[in-house]
């Protein structure tokens, strides 16, 4: 295929640092629990044994402090001498599993993997290779491939291997570069507070990519990020003016949503509230069902004018279609590209969502995984798959999620849940109605949305990117690559599995 | 006048205790400062109404699992643990989720809208190996629920003719062969199947039959005698296997009955057909291989409807205990190669345990759904392994009629706003078009093969 032939891209320069931001809210939500037992003597033992600081004593205080869970390593701590369970002279030390690490998460968040991206949030410190927070336990997808990693490690530096991805891959046109191959998918205001898509902004400021407005309107707090911001254009049309278009370098036209294909957006009345209901011209407390499909669009021809309607507003954007995941998505992308987009972006069925019928989540359209083969190979055998940007987007939840997706014959990726994750979302998944997010997220209660600062928000979700960077340096050094679009369409790495061939105790 | 079919939903209350799915465990350490009622949005924490000075037990139906308590408080007195009883809820396909979803629809009649991306098993056996089709574009048709494009889910039992015969006269000739009844929805409730009968839930569910404008199959020894005649109509009489169609005596005002497939099934359908020969013949049976094979020769004797009956895990009761997803398919595809499908209805019954298994029967090849053991759930039955009048956690027999009525109407409403939502996705007016329509679903055996048939390292298996 053609890469081969390209010169070596640049490696991507002056990229973040990481720093460490922790979170007051989640410190106490842990994978183990370290219980003390009344009959402890506080003689400090565990104190002095323990390398992680789980135990601590102050000079001079009489009682040693309660452990801190949080860096404990668990029951994998036994093969060590220093294990303070073992080793503890009046054998008041247990550790077990803690009750809220089995009542938080699903087959496709587990546990683990909220923790892990919590901790990468907090730290910028990539996963290991083999961390059972890089895949989820749904059986399937993602979760059943597994890339066949070379066991030998080695030595690589990051600033040597190049991430970035291109969004214009035609011969004409604005190029936009960015560099790591993910951006910011589209969450309206009203689904989440303005905090949060600032910390997102932020975020995509920060590491030259993009966020995306969703279908709620540009709110004014968002300008001053505008060379970061896409701005969607979605079935309800909701604030879409001619300044929002002109002020983006990337437009994405909205004709479906991977969680619910189908339908349209829903903001539930509670949410809408008179600051969103002004934003989208809506009258407040109403529930707000988009139409679906664009009513102005029928046919490829339609969809081509809507095209070039963006276009003529702002000719110099990159424009994105974003579209889920039927039957027939591979006439859907050929169609997309030759009506004039740039990126064609596949959200697939499994993905995140604000407020969705259940029903539409799990049932309408195919996940991600068969699409984006299916979409690729049809675009090479069409020999125009080096004109086209291909984006995956919908239940991607990690590093290695995005690498398979690229494997699999992507570009690049849209992240969202991650994101989200990353703020301190739990994943309840009531989102939709009340008050919305109780932890602040995605709320617009005004008295919620302040628990979220947002240069706090955008430091942990900038961590949580560098963190993923590394891990895709060290997957693409142990592959002997130095690009990551060498690994595209790369599916003969991958392994068809239930589980990795080596997986770190748990 | 025209009107639109409506099915008048309304908030009805469960009348049992709540099971919750979290609970929160409040440790002896406690120093009842009162952070967490500050911490918790939904109310789950308050103070004791006796002792102000004490925190009173958390209300476990009240959390939503947001760990806000958990994290928030600063003895970390609090630990949350999945509900015990809530885990334990139903066997096979009638998961805690499925039961407690349904629980849900009965209460408030309206489609379950929650936040944050699909939360289960990327796929699994029976109907969670299939996904429906949608369309991008196309017709003018959508907006789902909340349109004002009407999508009919009308469906007809019975058989139709393949094409209209006309005598000399031009006019068209009249042929009594065609019993034909037309629903407004895709449901008929079949409570002969149901475990635990008392006499509201009868009535309740016959009310409810009467308001959704469907059919009610029931053993006619429990009909009593006395209904007036607009119930009646929406009765369909199930007859059991020992019935004697030669001196069969129909209710008054019966459009449908329901007789067994046995042996001597040939006989007892002609003499149905010329003793009753404006009413819809329904014939129960097992379905499996055999029944692949027999279907033409149903036809063939002008059975009108074949219900074919899947035990509650809607597989097939012998033979390879193919799931009704495979079967249905087989047998809508043995009628549709002799080019007879529309001469006869299949009505599947048996592991419908969501709205969402539904368009996936039809899809498959069903004509109608029959509702069994859903309309017990929607009562907030508990599925208990064991079932008996004295054990009953929930005293169903003492359940009131109307309560009984308006559940039933509030599941099936946000049922079929369920359909209308998979039919608008994938662009459809009518149920009737979807039918069989096996181009617009997606198998994951077929998918996955596709995607992946040619990754090494794993077998393609479930």
Redesign the interface.
């Known amino acids: 295929m053609s890469w081969t032939a390209e010169p070596k891209r640049a490696c991507p320069a002056d990229l973040p640092e990481q720093a460490l931001v922790p979170s007051d ?5 842990n994978r183990f629990t370290v219980v003390r037992a009344d009959a402890c003597i506080s003689c400090g033992l565990c104190a002095s044994l323990c390398p992680y600081g789980v135990h601590k004593r102050i000079e001079g205080h009489g009682k040693i402090l ?1 452990p801190d869970d949080r860096s404990c390593i668990g029951p994998a701590c036994s093969v060590n001498y220093f294990f303070c369970v073992a080793n503890c002279p009046t054998r008041s030390l247990s550790v077990k599993t ?3 690490y ?3 998460g ?4 587990t546990s683990d993997m909220i923790l892990a991206t919590w901790a990468q949030a907090e730290t910028g410190r990539p996963l290991p290779l083999d961390h059972p927070g890089n895949t989820g336990a ?4 993602f ?3 597994f890339f ?1 990693v070379p066991e030998t490690e080695v030595e690589f530096s990051p600033s040597e291997i190049c991430t970035s991805l291109d969004l214009n891959r035609r011969k004409t046109g604005t190029k936009v570069r960015i560099p790591i191959p993910i951006y910011g998918g589209g969450m309206s205001f009203g689904s989440v507070s303005v905090h949060t898509m600032l910390s997102r902004a932020k975020a995509a400021k920060s590491w030259n990519t993009f966020t995306c407005t969703g279908e709620g309107g540009y709110p004014e707090l968002l300008v001053p990020y505008k060379d970061h911001v896409i701005t969607q254009i979605a079935t309800g049309l909701f604030g879409v003016r001619e300044e929002t278009i002109q002020r983006a370098r990337i437009v994405e036209f909205k ?2 949503q991977g ?1 619910k ?4 957006g ?1 903001l ?1 009345h509670d949410k809408n509230t008179p600051e969103v209901a002004r934003m989208r011209e809506a009258v407040p407390y109403t529930s707000l ?1 988009s ?5 102005s ?4 021809e ?2 081509k004018k809507h095209l070039d309607w963006a276009y003529s507003i702002n000719p110099g954007a990159i424009l994105s279609v974003k ?2 995941t ?3 998505v591979e006439m ?1 992308s050929v169609g997309s590209y030759y009506a004039g987009a740039h990126i064609v972006h596949l959200d697939g ?19 991600i ?2 699409a984006i ?2 979409v690729h190979k049809f675009l090479v055998n069409e020999g125009i798959r080096d004109e086209v940007t291909l984006i995956a987007s ?2 991607l939840r990690t590093a290695m999620d995005v690498a398979k997706t690229i494997a ?1 014959g992507a570009d690049g990726a849209v992240i969202g ?1 991650a994101d989200l994750v990353a703020l301190g979302c ?10 919305g ?3 602040g997220i ?1 709320t617009t209660d005004p008295m ?1 949305d302040k628990l979220i600062d947002s240069d706090w928000g955008a430091k942990r979700i900038s961590n949580l990117y560098g963190a993923w960077r590394l891990q895709w340096c060290e997957l693409l050094a142990r592959f002997e690559m130095d690009d990551i679009s060498q690994l595209r369409g790369r ?1 003969d790495l ?5 589980k990795p061939a080596k997986e770190v105790g748990k | 006048m025209f009107e639109r079919y409506h099915i008048p939903i309304k908030m009805v209350e469960g009348r049992a205790k709540p099971v919750p799915k ?1 609970v929160i ?1 409040r440790a002896d350490n406690c120093v009842n400062c009162g952070k967490c009622e500050k911490a ?3 109310g789950a924490h308050k103070r004791s109404e006796e002792d102000p000075r004490k925190m009173a037990d958390p209300q476990n139906q009240l959390c ?5 308590c ?4 600063p003895q ?1 007195a609090l ?4 509900g015990p009883e809530y885990r334990l809820l139903g066997k096979g396909i009638w998961t805690p989720l499925m039961i407690s ?1 349904i629980w849900g629809e009965s209460e408030t009649g309206k ?14 056996p029976g109907f969670d190996g299939m ?10 048709t ?3 629920i ?2 004002r494009e009407f999508i009919s889910t009308s469906v007809d039992l019975g058989s139709k003719p393949a094409f209209l015969e006309f005598d000399k006269d031009g006019r068209v000739a009249s042929d009594d062969a065609h019993a034909l009844l037309e629903l407004p929805i895709p449901f008929v409730m079949d409570i002969s199947r149901l475990r635990i009968l008392h006499g509201n839930m009868m009535s309740g569910y016959l009310h409810a039959a009467k308001h959704l404008n469907t059919l009610l199959m029931a053993s006619p020894a429990l009909v009593p005698h006395d209904l007036p005649d607009d119930e009646r109509t929406r009765l369909v009489p199930v007859y059991p296997e020992s019935t004697d169609v030669g001196t069969l005596e129909l209710p008054r005002g019966v459009r449908i009955a329901e007789i067994q497939l046995t042996p001597r099934w040939r006989e007892d359908v002609r003499k149905f057909k010329e003793r009753f020969p404006g009413t819809v013949l329904a014939l129960r049976m097992n379905a499996g291989g055999e029944v692949d094979r027999l279907l033409p020769d149903l036809v063939d004797a002008k059975v009108d409807v074949a219900h074919l009956v899947f035990d509650e895990q809607g597989s097939e009761h012998m033979e390879d205990k193919r799931h009704s997803k495979d079967s249905l398919r087989a047998a809508h595809k043995s009628l549709v190669s002799r080019k007879i499908r529309d001469q006869i209805t299949i009505i599947t019954g048996g592991g419908i345990a ?3 298994h539904v ?2 029967s039809i899809l498959c090849g069903a004509d109608a759904v029959a509702l069994e053991k859903a309309l017990l759930i929607a009562l907030e039955c508990r599925d208990c392994p064991s079932c008996s009048k004295e054990s009953c956690p929930i005293n169903l027999h003492e359940a009131p009629v109307e309560w009984v009525e308006g559940r039933v109407l509030n599941m099936v409403g946000a049922w079929r706003d ?1 359909l209308l ?2 039919l ?4 459809l007016r009518e149920v009737r078009r979807l039918r069989g329509e096996l ?2 679903a ?1 198998f994951y055996e077929d ?2 093969m ?3 048939g ?5 077998e ?1 298996d479930g």
């Not at chain 1, 809210?25 to 939500?29: A, D, K, P, W, Y």
């Not at chain 1, 699903?106 to 968040?109: A, E, G």
């Not at chain 2, 489609?111 to 699994?124: K, Q």
């Not at chain 2, 040619?454 to 794993?458: F, H, R, T």
Request: charged share 20%; aromatic share 10%.
């Open positions: 809210q989640l410190r106490f939500i309660s803690s009750d809220t089995l009542s938080m699903d087959p496709r968040w749904s059986g399937g997808g979760d059943k491939l066949k004709y479906a969680a294909p189908g339908l349209g829903h539930l069902f139409p679906f499909p664009f009513h669009v029928y046919s490829v339609d969809h579209v889920s039927p039957n027939d859907v069925g499994y993905g995140g969502t604000g407020a969705a019928p259940e029903i539409a989540k799990k049932n309408i359209a195919m996940p995984e068969y083969p299916k919908g239940g699999l849940t739990v994943r309840c998944g009531n989102c939709e109605s009340g008050r997010c109780p932890r995605a919620l599916m991958l392994r068809r599995a239930d | 979290f465990v918790c949005i939904y939503k699992n947001c760990f806000r958990v994290s928030e408080c970390r630990t949350m643990s999945p979803t489609i379950p809208v929650f936040g944050a991306g699909y939360r289960g098993m990327f796929a699994g996904w429906t089709d949608m369309s991008e574009i196309v017709r003018p959508r907006d789902g909340h349109g969501a709205a969402e368009p996936k369920q939502e998979v608008g996705a994938m662009g181009g617009r997606i998918v996955e596709e995607a992946f040619e990754l090494k390292g794993g393609l």
